[in-house]
């Protein structure tokens, strides 16, 4: 397999190069990929075969497929959306690669102690990966530090770097196969080495070999690990020092690819696109304008114009506190050429500001790329590219209109939206063959190509035998899973009951504690009434926090202390069960997602930029229930009112509470016995012997007044709760509803997405990549 993949890589590059079509390349710091052997093998058609001939030979499948460990570069949503794009792109033939960092650490490995999220480093190179391949012939050296010195030669200003410290970025290239295609593009991850000749010894002193590992220690830090950050911005140096190293490595392999076609850099836009995923990457602008400035020898204007012409950005939240300030003297002591460059860019833009729009003078300081001792990234990112995208329509508006408002007024034209998407092939088709199956069955395989043809399902949606076969793959899918939970966890579930997941990241804004509050409302519903009439219910939750948010921490203790009381509990364990499967990841959402029954999409409104397990859910058959927020906007408008079950504040209401500052959580609490009754329990000791484990929690809803309005929704959730119980009653009814989700998923598929920024953004085209001839 990888031989063939090799040959149509080699293929892939050189046609590009022959026939030099424009390259995009996507920077961003995180590419979760999960598992590559299933999916390349389902790429190349060789999934069954593979299959056969295990079998053949006495190996399970899914056994060997087991030995793969997860290549775990990322945290959430953003890291697994660069994964899905890569797909898309080399599925739809374009020219497109990623650049990203290889982590010798991946994500943590969350282990589940006393409650208790425990982090493990995530080895996942150890045994060696199979994917990639070393390129030292195309290392790269990157500088940090030292001192700028400017003169004038020729009447130009000319800038030296001295004294920098020298770091040698490696590439280890990653192919990403195209589905029933030739093409293989590039994941290209970056590793930092040292080497001997960029360290100074000196024979007169005697600890040059204690220096020089100290050094060769400094240097392999820069991509030792993956930040386990997600949505939430910390100032530290090495993060920043990862961002430049992926950012100069780059653009320095780029532009010397770029140079192999002999073309003027002046038109360099027309052979490159370099999309930054989200402004983790934002140095791009201020080092592609070095590049062409120190090392080309343009002038400011003409590399500007070139620079502007060849970045675009992707914002993908609105949480004022993920969005990423650098302190000015961090950026001034890390990269000296660089701050000048910076500098003189906010100069001539707040310039810019002053005189071409005198109605914005007053919005200046708050415009500015430097201020407060500050460098504000997403301003560097607006200013310096062609194109701003947001990830879903509400949250374009609400960049428009609200947290990016002022640079709309400048840039309109610069602003777009593009609602993101999934693979359907790695979610749908390789997840949950099954169900890819029984949709074939029905509309034929076109959908595989072209996954807007789900919605052929439309007509099936109320046929009885099509249901049965629906219901049956759920049915399946759910035994399989309580096989894997009953060998990975002891537990035991009823796969009869509704599977209700709630699986991301671990935050305030995503709000697992208002499903937990759901949950704790049922126990005690349970209680007071032992012959309650309730439709059993397997609550699913996987998470991770971030190491040092203590809230998200002390939320995953809560949970898996309630699952303990409501597991153990004599007779509600057999209505309902609760369970926190740990270490969340790609392969775990692959299991979980074809089982489910209800996909939780209950963040705050305005604050999940788009979600993506929504999109992944849905294209599996669950119901959504969720608030109006993000892409599930765009479900619900898809699928409509009836078929999603909508709650809560809507996005403009919780802006309205946020300026006008009356809400008063506290009321709720008071005027809501259920709810009382629910939150005292966190307080008194019944779900822990001791009775400060919770009280931040209980603290933050009442006395920080609840900043996600958990107590608001808590009202509405329960009655849509109670409607959901209603409608799966009604199996009939609750199989239409899937089906319908299911044929209005395709609008889902990144190919979707990829092929809107391919229009609208990147101007490019697919190239064919011809069949091998072996002789
Ligand atoms: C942010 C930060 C802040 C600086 C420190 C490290 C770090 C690492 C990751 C992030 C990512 C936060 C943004 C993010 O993941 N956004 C998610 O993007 C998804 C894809 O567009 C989208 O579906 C989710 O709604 C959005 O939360």
Same mark, same amino acid.
């Given at each position: 397999m990888k031989d063939s993949i090799h040959a149509n890589w080699q293929m892939t590059q050189q046609t590009y190069d022959e026939n030099e079509s424009k390259q995009v390349y996507y920077f961003s710091?995180?590419?979760?990929? /999960?598992?590559l052997v299933e999916s390349n093998l389902l790429n190349m058609g060789m999934l069954d075969l593979y299959h056969d001939t295990l079998k053949s030979l006495g190996f399970n499948p899914e056994e060997v497929f087991r030995e793969e460990h997860d290549a /775990?570069?990322?945290?959430g949503g953003l890291g697994r959306l660069a994964a899905c794009f890569l797909d898309s792109l080399a599925s739809l033939q374009l020219p497109g690669h990623g650049m990203g960092i290889r982590y010798k650490y991946g994500l943590f490995q969350q282990k589940v102690v006393n409650g208790y999220q425990v982090e493990l480093p995530d080895n996942w190179l150890k045994d060696e990966y199979m994917w990639e391949t070393k390129r030292d012939d195309k290392a790269i050296e990157v500088r940090f530090g030292g001192t700028v010195e400017s003169k004038v030669e020729n009447g130009h200003l000319q800038f030296s770097h001295h004294d920098y410290e020298r770091v040698l970025a490696v590439p280890y290239d990653v192919p990403i196969v195209g589905y029933d295609n030739n093409t293989v593009n590039t994941l290209r991850l970056w590793s930092a080495e040292s080497t001997t000749n960029s360290f100074h010894f000196h024979s007169s002193r005697g600890h040059d070999y204690y220096h020089y590992l100290d050094y060769k220690r400094s240097i392999e830090k820069i991509s030792e690990f993956l930040y386990p950050d997600d949505s939430y911005y910390e100032g530290k140096i090495l993060r920043l020092k990862q961002q430049y190293f992926l950012v100069s490595a780059g653009l320095q392999s780029i532009l010397q690819r770029y140079k192999k076609r002999n073309k003027p850099l002046s038109q360099l836009s027309d052979h490159v696109v370099i999309q930054i995923n989200?402004?983790?990457?934002?140095l791009v602008v201020p080092e592609l304008m070095r590049l062409l400035i120190?090392?080309?020898?343009?002038?400011w204007d003409e590399a500007w114009t070139i620079t502007e012409k060849t970045v675009a950005y992707t914002n993908h939240t609105t949480l004022s506190e993920a969005l990423e300030k650098w302190p000015e003297e961090m950026i001034k002591t890390l990269f000296p050429r660089l701050y000048l460059i910076i500098h003189e860019i906010n100069e001539r833009f707040c310039k810019m500001l002053w005189y071409d729009y005198p109605e914005l003078r007053d919005k200046i300081a708050e415009m500015a790329i430097i201020s407060y001792e500050q460098v504000h990234m997403s301003h560097l990112a607006m200013v310096g590219s062609f194109s701003i995208n947001g990830v879903a329509k509400l949250h374009t508006s609400i960049l428009q209109n609200r947290v990016m408002k002022p640079f709309y007024t400048v840039f309109p034209e610069r602003f777009n939206n593009k609602t993101n998407g999934i693979t359907h092939r790695r979610w749908l088709l390789n997840a949950n063959p099954e169900l890819a199956n029984v949709i074939t069955e029905a509309i034929g395989k076109e959908w595989i190509h072209s996954p807007e043809k789900l919605t052929d399902l439309i007509s099936f949606a109320s046929d009885s035998s099509f249901q049965e076969a629906i219901a049956k793959v759920k049915h399946d899918n759910k035994l399989k899973l309580a096989a894997l939970i009953k060998e990975q966890y002891q537990i035991t579930i009823d796969d009869q009951s509704i599977v209700d997941v709630q699986i991301k990241r671990l935050h305030g804004y995503k709000r697992q504690l208002l499903n937990l509050f759901h949950i704790i409302h049922l126990y005690n519903r349970c209680l007071e009434d032992p012959n309650l009439d309730l439709t059993p219910r397997t609550f699913i939750f996987g998470a991770k926090a971030a190491p040092s948010y203590s809230f998200a921490k002390q939320v995953i203790k809560l949970i898996n202390a309630v699952a303990e009381k409501i597991n153990k509990h004599p007779q509600i364990s057999s209505k309902i069960k609760v369970l926190f499967l740990e270490n969340y990841s790609v392969t775990l959402a692959e299991r979980i997602i074809p089982a489910a029954d209800l996909s939780e999409q209950i963040s705050t409104a305005s604050k999940e930029a788009s979600g993506t397990g929504n999109m992944k859910l849905m294209m599996n058959g669950a119901l959504t229930i969720g608030t109006q927020d993000g892409a599930n906007v765009e479900i619900a408008e898809l699928v409509g009112k009836e078929n999603i079950f909508t709650f809560g504040l809507t996005s403009d209401e919780v802006f309205n509470y946020q300026r006008s500052?009356?809400?008063?959580?506290r009321d709720y609490y008071n005027n809501d016995r259920r709810l009382r009754n629910v939150m005292d329990l966190l307080v008194n000791q019944h779900f822990s012997g001791d009775d400060v484990e919770f009280k931040d929690i209980f603290y933050s809803l009442l006395y920080n007044n609840d900043e996600y309005f958990v107590l608001r929704d808590f009202d509405e959730y329960i009655k849509i709760q109670n409607d959901v119980q209603q409608t799966y009653q009604n199996q009939t009814d609750w199989v239409n509803k899937s089906i319908i989700n299911i044929a209005r998923s395709g609008k889902f598929s990144s190919d979707r997405t990829i092929q809107e920024y391919a229009n609208d953004i990147w101007n490019i085209k697919p190239t064919k990549i011809g069949n091998l001839i072996i002789n």
């Open positions: 710091m995180e590419f979760l990929l /999960g598992r /775990g570069l990322g945290n989200d402004t983790h990457p934002s120190d090392e080309e020898k343009l002038g500052g009356d809400y008063r959580a």
